[in-house]
């Protein structure tokens, strides 16, 4: 037994006209999910899916990042007494993507005085630790144990998970996702219009934080935005970035001969290379 399907069909309809009803009253576009004052980041992707329909838009979410000392603060709920004759809208500014000439103006590079910025980690002596402790592992197997898997796994991830003490586990992240576009990631006027749903979805949810934002292969149409448009989404009002295991494995075309463990030994860019994109396992 179960509900009819007209009822269920309803309760949907409800439900969107009350996430609807609170983006007119917000004033912005975020997911109801999102708790407010606690540090968020934003992403953005393209999504697929063929079938009897063809779609390749945009998705683009925010991500609450948890601590043990800040929860956020949970959002009223919504309730389902939308007026009769009530239509689901989402506001021009998100739903219309502004059209940009991407070869028009100047591009303008950021510049950081001397002195004025330094490595977040250089007064954390405990930053390089995992880093240091995992290479060591890896050493350990491809010596000791004739590269062959031991209990511990020797990927990055999993070898930081392993073993985990309770209370070295972050709590659960939320994530919520905004209404879908139909137009493409690609395009470098979808990322202008994501940074900028992004920025002004952060400064409601979390009031003087920087906007944070990040995808790898939509990283270099983000930072083409930044230098193009450098007052309204430049680099000085939000951060992008590619996707920490992009980063690993970037860095390692980047000319580097040999990656060093603390235990002397040296890694050729494709040995670790196979390491970070998991080519071990197969």
Not at 69 to 77: E, T, Y
Not at 176 to 203: L, N
Not at 217 to 235: M, N, S, T
Request: hydrophobic letters at 40%; proline letters at 6%; a negative charge.
């Amino acid at each position: 037994m179960s509900v009819s399907y007209d009822r269920v069909m309803d309760v949907r309809k409800r439900l969107a006209l009350a996430v609807s009803m609170r983006f007119a009253e917000d004033g912005v576009v975020v997911p109801s999910n999102i708790k407010r004052g606690v540090f968020t980041t934003g992403g953005v992707d393209n999504i697929d899916e063929s079938g009897r329909t063809e779609l390749h838009g945009t998705a683009i979410s925010l991500t609450n990042h948890h601590t043990r000392d800040n929860m956020g603060v949970d959002r009223p709920p919504l309730t389902l007494d939308a007026p009769v004759g009530a239509t689901i809208h989402l506001p021009d500014d998100f739903a219309i993507v502004p059209y940009i000439d991407e070869h028009a103006g100047d591009i303008t590079l950021s510049s950081i005085l001397e002195g004025t910025a330094r490595p977040a980690f250089a007064e954390n002596l405990r930053a390089g630790e995992p880093d240091e402790a995992w290479l060591s592992h890896v050493h350990k197997v491809m010596t000791e144990k004739d590269s062959k898997l031991q209990e511990t796994p020797v990927t990055y991830s999993g070898f930081l998970s392993h073993g985990q003490h309770t209370e070295d586990i972050k709590p659960r992240a939320t994530v919520g996702v905004f209404p879908i576009f139909y137009e493409k990631a690609s395009s470098m006027a979808m990322q202008k219009h994501s940074m900028f749903v992004v920025k002004r979805a952060i400064e409601f949810v979390n009031p003087g934080q920087v906007a944070v934002i990040g995808d790898c292969p939509l990283y270099a149409q983000q930072k083409k935005c930044q230098w193009r448009y450098p007052d309204q989404v430049g680099e000085s009002m939000m951060v992008c970035f590619m996707g920490m295991l992009h980063v690993e494995m970037t860095s390692q075309d980047c000319g580097v001969s040999y990656w060093p463990d603390p235990a002397g030994t040296k890694y050729s860019p494709w040995q670790m290379y196979s390491l970070l994109a998991l080519q071990h396992l197969f």
